[in-house]
Every structure is written in C-alpha cells, then in structure tokens.
C-alpha cells in the first residue's frame, strides 16, 4: 500500500497500477509542497520535466499503455495541479466526474436541476473521444464552487478506458450524474 491509501498490486490491471503510481506521484508533490513541479504541471504546452515525467508513467516497462496514454496521464496531472493551485492541503476526491458535478452550484439548482452542468455533462458524454478541454471546464466548476473533486485515480482510468468500444465510463459516468442515488461503481 502506498502512503495515500492506493493499493499497487498484481491484482490490478496495468493502466491501473500505472494510475495507481502517477496519483501517488501526484499526491507527493503536494506533500511535499513541490510548487515548482505542481507549477509547471500547470502550463499544459510547455514541454516541462514535471510533465514528462507525469507522462512517463503511462509508460511501464516501457510498454506504453495505449495511444493516447501519455496525453491522458499529461492531461489528469495539470487538472490536479489546476485544482489544487495556491491549495496546501490535498484533495484526493471520490467518485467519477459525474457524480462530482452533481454537488455543482448554488441551493436547489445543483446537479440536473443546474442547466449548465446538465449541458456539460451531456457535451463530454457525447464525445468519442476524451474532451480534455471540456473536463477541464468541469474541474474549474469543481474548484471555483469549493466542491470535492472526482476521485483522481478514477479520473485517469476512466479517461484511459474512454475509447472502449462498449462506452462503459460513459454510461457510469452518466448514472452518476443523473442518477446519484444509486451508487454506481464509484471509488471513494
């Protein structure tokens, strides 16, 4: 077991010890109020060694994970470190995005009854494709209304796995969203 509770064993998939080991790296940083790091993480074109090194764990043994796995580990590094700018105490986060931006806006208009999440939530379904940018969006909802994050691990497995033919993260994400009450497969 790692120190922030994320179990790095032979029982997990390889994309899942590969997450496994970039949200600990992650984490760290913070721990160790590695700025400089969590700073560079933060400018998404900037070819930094924070971000090569984010990258490089999509890459065990060598074996890169999948086509687009260096991109989705880039990718969930500068949300956590977007998130947790000027931030000095960790976030770690439960749940998928869609169970996250359920807690999204103000007394009665949270969730499906805020049309702007509802209309988010619906764009990044939709896509074949990872929408980066508009997850990005949903992360700065996240942080601009003080609300927990999704559970970072599951962030990186579930964008890692959005390309399956069967489009499973989408439909959980999607129950969490529209349906958090029934407690789909979350990871809290």
């Known amino acids: 077991m790692t120190d922030n509770g994320l179990l790095v064993t032979p029982l997990r998939s390889r994309d899942e010890q590969a997450a496994a080991s970039l949200v600990s790296w992650l984490h760290g940083l913070i721990a160790?109020?590695?700025i400089g790091y969590l700073?560079?993480?933060?400018?998404p074109r900037a070819e930094t060694v924070a971000?090569?090194?984010?990258g490089n764990y999509?890459?065990?043994d060598g074996v890169a994970l999948g086509p687009n796995a260096i991109e989705v580990f880039e990718a969930v590094a500068y949300l956590f470190a977007r998130f947790h700018a000027g931030e000095s105490t960790l976030e770690k986060?439960?749940?998928s995005l869609g169970y996250a931006?359920?807690?999204v806006g103000s007394d009665g208009h949270r969730g499906t009854d805020n049309p702007g999440c509802v209309r988010l939530v619906s764009q990044i379904l939709v896509s074949r494709e990872p929408s980066f940018r508009r997850v990005q969006h949903g992360i700065d909802l996240l942080r601009a209304d003080s609300v927990k994050p999704p559970n970072w691990y599951q962030l990186?497995?579930?964008l890692l796995r959005w390309t399956s033919p069967d489009r499973t993260v989408q439909h959980?994400?999607?129950q969490d969203f529209y349906l958090p009450h029934t407690n789909s497969r979350r990871v809290h």
Do not use: I
């Open 51 to 54: 971000r090569l090194l984010a």
């Open 172 to 174: 959980r994400w999607a």
């Open 93 to 95: 986060g439960s749940g």
């Open 58 to 60: 999509a890459v065990p």
């Open 156 to 158: 990186a497995v579930d």
């Open 39 to 43: 700073s560079d993480l933060r400018r």
């Open 101 to 103: 931006l359920t807690r």
């Open 32 to 34: 160790a109020r590695n």
